[in-house]
Structure formats: C-alpha cells, structure tokens
C-alpha cells in the first residue's frame, strides 16, 4: 500500500497570505490528524477527522482550520500567515477496526510533511 | 494536564553502548503508549506501542520498553545501539481513547561509529 502522501513538500510564503496543505492517508484509513512540529515547541496536535466530521482539536487560533472529503482525503488551512506558523506540518492517518470503529491504541501512519516558510 | 515528557534532549553513544531513553507521562485516564522514531531525511515511524497486557514490549529493530505504571514511566531501551540508530526518537501518549496524540520534546540520539 502507499504511504500517507503530502503536497506540497516545501512552500514558501508571505505574512497575511494564506496557504492550504493537502494530505491523502493510506488507502481504507478513515481518520486524518495533522500535527506542527517546530524546534521550540516540538510535536503538537492540530486537529483530527474522522468520516468527514472534526473529532478532536488542539490548541491552535481558529486561523488554523481543517476538512474531510467523502475519500478521506484532508486539507488544512492557515489563513493571515505569521512568522510562527513557520513549521514542518504532519498529517497521520490511523486504521479502522473491524467494526468500522477507530480505537487510540491504532498506530498513526505519519506523512512526510510539508514545509511551510513564512517570510 | 495529559502531558508527556522526555529526560534527555540529546544522548551520544558509541556503537555497542546500551541504550535507555526515558519517558514521563502525566496521570489522565486510560492511557496508550507509543515510542515513534524519526531517522534522518524521513518521516516519524513507529518503534513501539503499549496499551494493555505485558508491560514489557517488544518492537522493531530490537528496541523494547516497559511501561511502570507506578512511576508514569514507559523508558526505551537497546541493549547494543549501532550507527544507524542514529535519530531523534519521540514519546507520545492518547489518553482516555482519544486519537490526539500529545508528544514528548523528543531525544536526538546520535551514535558513534
């Protein structure tokens, strides 16, 4: 099977733009987590979808926003860019169990991330 | 607060050395543990998990960790490192069936050859 796939790999932007990443998960994974990870503040949750709909967020300004397609595909916003948003950004995608359900001992599948420069 | 954290930012070993890498995580609930792995150039992959049963786990690349619930701590270790375990390794932790992982800072393992 393919692995999690992140496009683009390395953009680069301006202060008060605006960017989308975009992430496909493994084939049949169903919940889609995206993670920011900076050498200040490390690994940090971002939000997490599941069959279209939000399951869970972190401690992100709501400039951060995220969705789910019918195919799992995901896609991630950051509107206003600052300097800070300047980061690695990860998606993940995790497996259903047999009864469609997702369980937090699943193992996240990690992509290989985009970078974002902000300028 | 769920949090995890991680004793030593950056461990230097020679080839051969034995390896112990701690973890901490805080009491939160049910709890599921993890050890993901990020070699350099290449995206995070897991190592390791626990959630239930022994507490002594087995993972890839003859990597183990025991989970104490005693002392919150869930530390990794190889009894002989080689040059390419050479990588920032990273402990996590969902609490309470949630799917938000929440990472320890991370330890950059560099091995000498």
């Known amino acids: 099977k393919a692995g999690v796939t992140q496009t683009p790999r390395y953009l680069i932007k301006t202060r008060g733009q605006q960017v989308t990443l975009s992430c496909s998960p493994i084939s049949g994974h169903r919940s889609v987590s995206w993670y920011q990870q900076t050498p200040g503040q490390g690994l940090q949750f971002l939000f997490e979808?599941?069959?279209?709909?939000?399951?869970n967020k972190g401690n992100f300004p709501g400039r951060f926003s995220g969705r789910q397609f019918s195919n799992s595909r995901s896609e991630m916003n950051v509107s206003t860019l600052e300097l800070g948003d300047s980061a690695l950004y990860l998606c993940?995608?995790?497996?259903?169990?047999?009864?469609?359900?997702?369980?937090?001992?699943?193992?996240?599948?990690f992509g290989p991330g985009t970078r974002l420069t902000v300028l | 607060a769920q949090s995890v954290s991680q004793h030593n930012h950056h461990v230097i070993l020679s080839e051969a050395a034995s390896l112990e890498l701690g973890c901490n995580y805080s009491y939160g609930g049910t709890v599921n543990l993890f050890w993901y792995v990020q070699y350099p150039g290449q995206h995070l992959q897991l190592l390791l998990k626990?959630?239930?049963?022994?507490?002594l786990v087995k993972g890839i690349k003859g990597f183990e960790a025991e989970f104490i619930k005693s002392k919150f701590s869930f530390n990794l270790r190889k009894p002989s490192v080689q040059w390419s375990d050479t990588a920032e390794y990273f402990c996590?932790?969902?609490?309470?069936?949630?799917?938000?992982?929440?990472f320890g800072q991370g330890t950059e393992l560099s091995v000498k050859p």
């Open positions: 993940a995608s995790r497996p259903t169990g047999t009864s469609g359900a997702i369980y937090s001992y699943n193992e996240q599948f």
């Open positions: 626990y959630f239930s049963g022994d507490p």
């Open positions: 979808y599941f069959s279209e709909t939000q399951r």
């Open positions: 996590a932790a969902t609490y309470n069936q949630g799917g938000k992982l929440i």
